[in-house]
Structures are given as structure tokens and as C-alpha cells.
């Protein structure tokens, strides 16, 4: 009995599942979850002392490894002033001032505590702005778990939605139109009948809730021109991608301009932040300079946002994302490389400090339907003896990876030594 499992049993009587997120429990690779206890740069440890090379970085904010110094010393100062006021504090300026710097297309930007709210947020911006009720989404795509997005397609793609969980009503699901990823033709096609009636597009410009699949070349540009032709807000949900995959997120590594972008993540350094911001006519519709409602006891946590300033203080270093694209695209390479010699078949995806891994055939993975084919056992198999050999990848065949800037050549080495003695039983 490890003192993991122990705390897993006491868990579940008084947590549903013993776990704050579903992923968590391990349900998709089965086995008991690790409870962890500390972690420092690339490494955690969990309750039974064993060190593991962290892959997961607490679902990618910390990019800049667990407990940075920096990032550390300035929660701490900023805790000695008070936990919070709820009223405004000169460091909410500073995080907006710099967010609009570093990703132009904001020029307005409202802080909230999570992912879910900043979607949940835009989507209701981008209906009260257009006076439209439609949304379109990608399968495959998460964007936190707002009753809007809790969809998937109908019987056809260009059917209404129904709710992927009980609670989420029918009625409300039918203004979510769920698309495929990466298929430009089918959005074309859905513009073409009801244009005018769609408020917006959500989409994330790298999709990393189906392991990580980049977009296509053509298909973020066509939904850029679709929505402008047919006055609806194209929204990138960077939660994930921003400050990830480069500076100035997706937009900035594609080129692409959104109206509306979401953020958290990587922002809050590893404490609870998100944020939406965009076009300031769109902006300007938001309580209380307009009349969509939206608000937070605890937004712009001055603590929360100490954490996310200090940590894109150092990602804003020259050379940081060139370093950190080298050293993922690396661990990606070779983790290719020794399959392939082990005779398994892999396909690994990397953009900026991302990283996919996929048991299929093929050079690359680019649409839902591929994702869903792949060796999902194979995978369990794999995850279960990377953590044996103290490895911590995500729980799941359908989330990406993430590398920080902790993670030395030598911890990829090591990485990729285990990974090939793991291969080899597969
Ligand atoms: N959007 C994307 C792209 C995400 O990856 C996530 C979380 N993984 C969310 C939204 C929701 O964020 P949160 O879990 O902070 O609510």
C-alpha cells in the first residue's frame, strides 16, 4: 500500500471520483492516480518520495519549471501587501498594459480566474455584440466546460448540437454547431446557409485537447475570412497556446488575427487566471462600459497576477521560445526516432514548447477522426511503464504535452532512454 493510494481511497469518500478534475483519476489509462507533493523545475515528487521528469507542467502553466525562484519571490512580496481587495490594484494594470504588448490584437483586456470563464465570457461578448445566438466550434476542441460548450455534433456535422453531459439543456446545445477540425470546406459550406446568424467561431488555433494537432495550412485563414464576410467574431481560445507556442501565442506564430482571444494558463504562472480580450469596439460592449454582464470577486487577484507577471517576465527574455521550440522539437525527434528503432509505430507533432504523441501509422495526425483511430491501449501500456520509470506524461491519450524551460538536454537523454527500454515491451 503507497501512501498515494491510501489518500486515493480517502479521497473518494468525500471527493466524487477523489479528484477535482476528471482527468485526474486516471480513468482513461486505469490505475490509481499519484498524489503529489512537491515539485521543483522539471521534477515531482510524489507522496511516497519517488521523483519523476514532469511532462504534464500542472496541464502547462509552468513553463518555467515548478517553484522558480522568481516567480516565488514575487508571490511572496506581493502576499505581505494582502491576499486580495476586490477593487482595483495597480498591478492589473501593469498585466493589462503588458498582455496588450505582447499580443497585439488586444487592445481591452478583462482578467477572470479561470479558462472556463474566459470562454465562457467571450462567447456571451461575441452574441451580445452581434445580436446573434449561433456558435460554431471544432470537434475535438475543448474550451473549458460552459453549458455552450459542452456540445458535440448533431447526426450531421451541420446539424444542431446535442450536450455531451446531462445538465446542459437541448435547447441551449442547438445554438452550438460543432464542425470538423482542419476542414475549411465544411465551414465554407455552413457560412454559405446560415451566415448571418452565426455570432461566432471558437476555435483553438492549435488543438491540444486531442493530443496536439497543428491547423492545416488554409484553415485558420478561412475562418479569419469567413467571419469577416459574415460580420461574426472569430475568437482564438489561446488558453493554452498563448505564451506557449510563441510571445505573442498561435495569432503570433501563424500570423492570423483574431477579434476576440482567450487566455489562462500560462498567465497565472500556476495560480487561478484567465483572461479575454480583443477588438476595443467589441471590447467596449463589456459591463461596465456597455451592457454584457459579466464580473469577478476574485478577478485580477493581485497575488494570482504577481505569479503570471513574474513568469511573463521571463518568457519575454530574448532566445526564451527559440530554446525552449529546440528542446521540445527534441524530445518529439527522438522519441520518433526510438520507436522506430523498437519497431513501434509513432507519429509525434510539436509546435513551440507542445508536443503530441500518437500510436499510429503515418507522418502526421491532423483531424479527430485520426486521433480517434489510434492505439489507445498501446498508449495506457506506454504511460504506465514511463511512470514506472519516473516519467509523468498526461493520463490521457488525448491531451498534449509540455515542455518547460527547466527540462535540461540531459533530462530529455534520460527521457528518451526510458522511453525506448519502455518501447521495447510494447
Ligand atoms: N480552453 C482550452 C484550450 C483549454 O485547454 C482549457 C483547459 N485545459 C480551457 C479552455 C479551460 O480552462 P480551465 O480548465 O482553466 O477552466
Known sequence: MTTSSDLFKRAQKCIPGGVNSPVRAFKGVGGDPVFFARGQGAYVWDEDGKRYIDYVGSWGPMILGHAHPRVMAAVKETMEYGLGFGAPTRIEVDMAELICRLVPSIKKVRMVSSGTEATMSAIRLARGFTGRDKIIKFEGCYHGHADS??????????????????????????????????????????????????????????????????????????????????????????????????LGGAQA??????????????????????????????????????????????????????????????????GFFEALTAKTAMLARGLAERAQRAGVALVTQQVGGMFGIFFTKGKSVTSFAQVMACDVERFKKFFHGMLREGVYLAPSAFETGFVSAAHTESDIDETLDKAEKVFKTL
Open 253 to 318: 506564430h501563424y500570423g492570423i488575427q483574431p477579434d476576440l482571444t482567450t487566455l489562462g494558463k500560462v498567465i497565472g504562472g500556476g495560480l487561478p487566471v484567465g483572461a479575454f480580450g480583443g477588438r476595443a469596439d467589441i471590447m467596449a460592449r463589456l459591463a461596465p462600459e456597455g451592457p454584457v454582464y459579466q464580473a469577478g470577486t476574485l478577478s485580477g487577484n493581485p497575488v494570482s497576477l504577481a505569479a503570471g507577471m513574474a513568469t511573463l517576465r521571463e518568457i519575454s527574455q530574448p
Open 149 to 246: 460548450l459542452l456540445v458535440k455534433a448533431g447526426s450531421g456535422a451541420l446539424t444542431l448540437g446535442v450536450p455531451t453531459s446531462p445538465g446542459v439543456p437541448a435547447d441551449l446545445a442547438s445554438h452550438t454547431l460543432t464542425l470538423e477540425y482542419n476542414n475549411a470546406a465544411q465551414a465554407r459550406e455552413l457560412f454559405g446557409k446560415i451566415g448571418k446568424d452565426i455570432a461566432c467561431v471558437i476555435v483553438e488555433p492549435v488543438a491540444g485537447n486531442m493530443n496536439c494537432v497543428p491547423p492545416v495550412p488554409g484553415f485558420l485563414e478561412a475562418l479569419r475570412e469567413l467571419c469577416t464576410q459574415h460580420g461574426a467574431v472569430l475568437i482564438f481560445d489561446e488558453v493554452m497556446t498563448g505564451f506557449r507556442v510563441a
